[in-house]
């Protein structure tokens, strides 16, 4: 069994900066994909950034490509969503995802069946 726990949400004024962590436990963090989702009230869930299991390959929503930045540290089994310049429709729950079987960074937003964390709040005034 896999568990993710997230953190790192809070407020934040437009423009400013966060950085989310993830740390997953329960099986080989190095062998799979990772990726962050995001939720805002009265929408669907969407994909944010995907990150291979080498750190070798990225890919981004185009809502966030440049001003995102997703990252991981297999040593200490966490991946990171570095988010500057954050614009007040970034607000939404931040989801995120460990691949259940091999895939790309890119593949992670199209599949859906992911392990999922708990998620963490992220809030950007204007």
């Known amino acids: 069994q896999v568990q993710l726990v997230e953190s790192g949400g809070g407020l934040v004024q437009a423009g400013g900066s966060l950085r989310l962590s993830c740390a997953a436990s329960g099986r080989a963090f190095n062998m799979y994909a990772m990726g962050w989702f995001r939720q805002a009230p009265g929408k669907e869930r969407e994909f944010v950034a995907g990150i291979s299991w080498d750190d070798a390959a990225t890919y981004y929503a185009d809502s966030v490509k440049g001003r995102f930045t997703i990252s991981r540290d297999n040593a200490k089994n966490i991946v990171y969503l570095q988010m500057n310049s954050l614009k007040p429709e970034d607000t939404a729950v931040y989801y995120c995802?460990?691949?259940?079987?091999?895939?790309?960074?890119?593949?992670?937003?199209?599949?859906?069946?992911?392990?999922w964390g708990q998620g963490t709040q992220v809030t950007v005034s204007s």
């Open positions: 995802a460990a691949a259940r079987v091999p895939t790309t960074a890119q593949a992670m937003g199209v599949m859906n069946n992911h392990y």
